[in-house]
C-alpha cells in the first residue's frame, strides 16, 4: 500500500462526497493500492477491505485512535482512546466456504463465499438481509436433494451468517465499553469507514483553509501551494498570521 498524495486524497474525497460509504471505501482504496482494478477490490471480502483501511488509516493519520460515545444508561461522555492494532482481527482470504448442519427440517450442505462490495453495490434499496445472504449462497442441499436459497428455514440462515461472521471477523469489530460513571457495559460497533472517512473530511477542511490563506497572500495557485511540503506550508502560514 503507497500513500496517497495530498492531490490525491483531495480528488478521493471530492468523488466520494455524494456517495455511500462502500463507494467511499472502494475510492479511497483504489487511490492508495492503483496495482488493484477496482472490480478486484469490490470483490474483497468486507473484512479484507476494511484491513486495508485500517493500513489506510495508519499510513495517513497513524496508529492512535480518539473517539468518543455516550453511556446508554446515563448518557455520561466517554471518551475512547486505543490503536490500530486492538481493533485489528483475521480477515478471509475471499475463498469460497462449506457447513454442514442438522436443522429440524433435515440435514443441510451449504456452500458459500462471504459478502463484499459488489453485493452492496448490487442491494441498493433491498436493505433485506436474506437478500445478501441469497446472493451468497453457492449451493444449497437439504437431505442430498438441490434446493434454493430462498427456502433455507430462519434456523439454517442464522447458522450461515454466524459462520460468515466467524470466518470474517475484522467486518465486525466490537468495543467492549464500560461506563465510568455508572458501571454499566455494552458492546459497540466499530466502522472503520466511517471513522477514516470523517477525519479525511477534518483533515480536508484544514488543508482547503490553508490553501485560502496562502492564496490569498501570495496569490499562488492550488496546485503550487500543495506542492509545498507540509513543513514549509506551515512556516507561511505561521508568517502570514504573525
Not at 446508554?72 to 448442519?101: G, H, N, S, V, Y
Not at 437431505?143 to 467486518?171: F, G, K
Amino acid at each position: 500500500m503507497q500513500s496517497p498524495s495530498v492531490t490525491e486524497l483531495l480528488q478521493a474525497w471530492e468523488r466520494g462526497l455524494a456517495l455511500p460509504g462502500y463507494e467511499r471505501a472502494l475510492i479511497l482504496l483504489a487511490a492508495a493500492m492503483p496495482d488493484h482494478s477496482p472490480q478486484e477490490l469490490a470483490e474483497w471480502s468486507l473484512g479484507r477491505r476494511d484491513a486495508s483501511l485500517l493500513q489506510l488509516r495508519e499510513t495517513l493519520f497513524g496508529t492512535r485512535l480518539v473517539s468518543v460515545t455516550n453511556c446508554p444508561q446515563c448518557r455520561a461522555r466517554l471518551e475512547l482512546e486505543f490503536t490500530t492494532t486492538d481493533i485489528q482481527a483475521p480477515f478471509a482470504q475471499d475463498k469460497e466456504l462449506e457447513m454442514r448442519f442438522a436443522a429440524a427440517d433435515g440435514d443441510y450442505a451449504i456452500r458459500f463465499r462471504l459478502p463484499n462490495s459488489s453485493d452492496l453495490r448490487a442491494l441498493v434499496g433491498l436493505p433485506d438481509r436474506d437478500q445478501l445472504l441469497f446472493r451468497c449462497v453457492l449451493e444449497s442441499k437439504r437431505n442430498q436433494q438441490t434446493c434454493s436459497p430462498e427456502s433455507l428455514s430462519p434456523e439454517v440462515r442464522a447458522e450461515i451468517i454466524r459462520q460468515m461472521e466467524a470466518a470474517d471477523p475484522q467486518a465486525n469489530v466490537q468495543l467492549a465499553l464500560r461506563c465510568v460513571e455508572c458501571g454499566t457495559e455494552w458492546p459497540a460497533a466499530f466502522d472503520i469507514l466511517s471513522f477514516l472517512w470523517e477525519e479525511l473530511d477534518r483533515w480536508t477542511l484544514r488543508t482547503l483553509r490553508e490553501v485560502h490563506v496562502l492564496a490569498s497572500a501570495y496569490g499562488w495557485s492550488e496546485a503550487e501551494i500543495l506542492a509545498l511540503s507540509p513543513q514549509r506550508r506551515q512556516r507561511y502560514l505561521e508568517m502570514v498570521t504573525t
